[in-house]
Antibody, heavy 120, light 106 residues
Framework: EVQLVESGGGLVQPGGSLRLSCAAS????????MHWVRQAPGKGLVWVSR????????YYADSVKGRFTISRDNAKNTLYLQMNSLSADDTAVYYC?????????????WGQGALVTVSS | SYELTQPPSVSVSPGQTASITCSGD??????ACWYQQKPGQSPVLVIY???KRPSGIPERFSGSNSGNTATLTISGTQAMDEADYYC?????????FGPGTKVTVL
C-alpha cells in the first residue's frame, strides 16, 4: 500500500525557515517524480513544486521560486521541502503527492498534509 | 502563467446529473484531471488524462476535454458526492489547479 506521511510543520515567524519531510513507503520511491501541493485555510489547491526521480530536475510555482527548495533522499525514501523567507501568505497545509502508476499526470496518492503557520 | 477557471458553485438534486466545467486556453491540447476534496480530507483523484477513472472511482464520474473546456460529469449524483472539485492541467512543466467548484446536493 502506498503511504505518504508528511512531518515538520508548525508555527514559524515571518522571515523564518522550515523544512518539511515526506516519508514514502509501499512503492519504489526512486522511480517516481514527487510533488508538493499546498492549501491555505479555506482556499483552493495550489501546486508548489515537483522533483525528478534522481533529483536532477526541479520545477517551482512562481510564488515560491527562489525561496523554496525541493529535494529527495532516495536511500531514505524521503522527500523534502526547504522553505525560506516565509510570509503569512505561505500559511497552508502542505501535501506531498505522487502520480498514479502508468499515468502521464494525475496525482493519485496524497499524504495527510502538514500545517505550516507563519505568524508572529 | 497558465490559468484555469471554474464556476464557484454547482447545485444538483439527488439522482440528477451535475456538470462542472474547467476552462483554459487550448485546454483540450493538454491532459485534464479532476480531484474531489471533502472537508478535512486530502484530495482524491477522480478523473485523469481527461476521461480515465482510477481504480475504485464509481462509474458515475466521467470526464471530457475539448477545445478550451474540460468537463466533469457526475451522473446519478448521491449525497456523498457533495464536495469541492478541482480541475488540474499540466503546462510548461508545471502543474496548475483551477480555483475549485463546490458541489451541493440539495
Amino acid at each position: 500500500e502506498v503511504q505518504l506521511v508528511e512531518s515538520g510543520g508548525g508555527l514559524v515567524q515571518p522571515g523564518g525557515s522550515l523544512r518539511l519531510s515526506c516519508a514514502a513507503s509501499g512503492f519504489t520511491f526512486s522511480s517516481y517524480w514527487m510533488h508538493w501541493v499546498r492549501q491555505a485555510p479555506g482556499k483552493g489547491l495550489v501546486w508548489v513544486s515537483r522533483l525528478k526521480t534522481d533529483g536532477s530536475g526541479t520545477y517551482y510555482a512562481d510564488s515560491v521560486k527562489g525561496r523554496f527548495t525541493i529535494s529527495r533522499d532516495n536511500a531514505k525514501n524521503t522527500l523534502y521541502l526547504q522553505m525560506n523567507s516565509l510570509s503569512a501568505d505561505d500559511t497552508a497545509v502542505y501535501y506531498c503527492a505522487r502520480i498514479g502508476d502508468g499515468y502521464t499526470s494525475g496525482l493519485a496518492y496524497w499524504g495527510q498534509g502538514a500545517l505550516v503557520t507563519v505568524s508572529s | 502563467s497558465y490559468e484555469l477557471t471554474q464556476p464557484p458553485s454547482v447545485s444538483v438534486s439527488p439522482g440528477q446529473t451535475a456538470s462542472i466545467t474547467c476552462s483554459g486556453d487550448k485546454l483540450g491540447d493538454k491532459h485534464a484531471c479532476w480531484y474531489q476534496q471533502k472537508p478535512g480530507q486530502s484530495p482524491v483523484l477522480v478523473i485523469y488524462e481527461d476521461s480515465k477513472r482510477p481504480s475504485g472511482i464509481p462509474e458515475r464520474f466521467s470526464g471530457s476535454n475539448s477545445g478550451n473546456t474540460a468537463t466533469l460529469t457526475i451522473s446519478g449524483t448521491q449525497a456523498m458526492d457533495e464536495a469541492d472539485y478541482y480541475c488540474q492541467a499540466w503546462d510548461s512543466s508545471t502543474y496548475v489547479f483551477g480555483p475549485g467548484t463546490k458541489v451541493t446536493v440539495l
